[in-house]
């Protein structure tokens, strides 16, 4: 069975402040939605759009109890930007051994 498209990629969702801020808020408790917009300065339907966005690509989960709807973290497509972000490590690391042979050579000559 084919997977749903989302309709945000994981990118453009976290991209937004108040999104990793819900990112994070979330990444240790599952939360409702009136315990969640107490956490931020701005109106409950913003945080709601913010979690549809979050939903749509697959970050959080939600679930209703009653009435109240929760959401909780799903960590699991943040692997996608570990492993983009993982290809430009090797980048850096070559950039900071430049560096710091660089600097090596230098105290070497008395700079």
């Known amino acids: 069975m084919a997977k749903q498209a989302l309709k945000h990629d994981i990118f453009q969702a976290i991209a937004d402040p108040t999104r990793r801020r819900l990112l994070t808020l979330l990444a240790n408790e599952e939360m409702s939605i009136a ?4 956490c931020f300065p701005i109106t409950r339907t913003a945080v ?4 549809h966005v979050l939903l749509d690509a697959g970050l959080v989960s939600s679930k ?3 009435r109240e709807t929760r959401y909780k973290l799903q960590p699991e ?6 492993q983009w ?6 980048y850096w690391d070559k950039k900071l051994f430049a560096l ?5 050579s230098d105290s070497d000559k008395g700079f």
């Open 77 to 82: 497509p943040l692997l996608e930007i570990k």
């Open 64 to 66: 209703k109890l009653g």
């Open 48 to 51: 709601n759009k913010h979690l």
């Open 35 to 38: 315990s969640i917009a107490g």
């Open 85 to 90: 972000l993982a290809f430009f490590e090797s």
């Open 100 to 104: 710091k042979e660089f600097v090596e």
